[in-house]
């Protein structure tokens, strides 16, 4: 089975803080993806990486950027955390055989007070 | 453009009885068509998906799909819901050619009825 392994669940961050949200996948996926998902607005994607070092913005990128140094890692980082970030993360990955079928982690739960 | 409605934001329905999600997508060509379900403080789990071929898909917790050109719907059906299904269930499309243009429609909380 594909795993898709976020290393965290559930943060609190102050304001201005810089966070990074880490995702791992064991399955060779060329393709990472980082949403965020908000009550009544479904899905949002972020960003997406099609292989490493490549990246591409998603719907709604601004005050996020994204790091794969190894292909599979996918790194989220907030430079400035502010309170409208407060929202669930969900990374996800695809491709190799798996083709277009994209896996989800369980999603990281981030609080900015 | 691509685009996919779930035009039901909220269903309940009774332990036991039978189940249909609708979905409808928008996309020029043939489609790759998912749905996804998510308990409360999850990720998104696949329920099942359909590429090409028979236009009845199955899928894991025993729900199939039906994809119908004609009705531009992959509708998610079960014959007898548990408890254990209610959850939020998402109904997604994408382009054969790009994995990043996986559009999600908005999604279908199900409650259960004892």
């Known amino acids: 089975d594909v795993k898709v392994t976020q290393s965290s669940r559930y943060l609190v961050k102050r304001t201005g803080e810089k966070v990074f949200l880490e995702c791992v996948q064991d399955?060779?996926?060329?393709?990472m993806f980082w949403y965020r998902q908000d009550p009544g607005l479904g899905l949002r994607l972020i960003y997406f990486s099609y292989d490493v070092k490549m990246k591409e913005k998603g719907d709604i990128p601004e005050g996020y950027s994204v790091s794969r140094e190894k292909k599979e890692r996918f790194s989220l980082i907030l430079e400035s955390a502010s309170t409208n970030q407060t929202s669930m993360y969900l990374c996800a990955s695809s491709g190799g055989s798996s083709g277009n079928t994209i896996y989800f982690g369980e999603g990281s739960w981030l609080t900015v007070v | 453009a691509q685009s996919v409605t779930q035009p039901d934001i909220h269903i309940t329905v009774s332990e036991g009885a039978s189940l249909e999600l609708r979905c409808n997508y928008s996309?020029?060509?043939?489609?790759?068509l998912f749905w996804y379900v998510q308990s409360p403080g999850q990720g998104l789990q696949l329920l099942l998906k359909y590429f090409s071929g028979d236009t009845l898909v199955q899928g894991i917790k025993g729900f199939e799909a039906e994809f119908k050109r004609s009705q531009s719907s992959f509708n998610l059906r079960k014959p007898s819901v548990h408890w254990s299904d209610a959850a939020e269930y998402f109904c997604?499309?994408?382009?054969?050619?790009?994995?990043?243009?996986?559009?999600f429609g908005s999604g279908t909380r199900l409650s259960i009825r004892p």
């Open positions: 399955m060779d996926h060329e393709n």
């Open positions: 996309y020029g060509a043939t489609p790759y």
């Open positions: 997604a499309v994408a382009r054969y050619s790009s994995a990043s243009k996986i559009i």
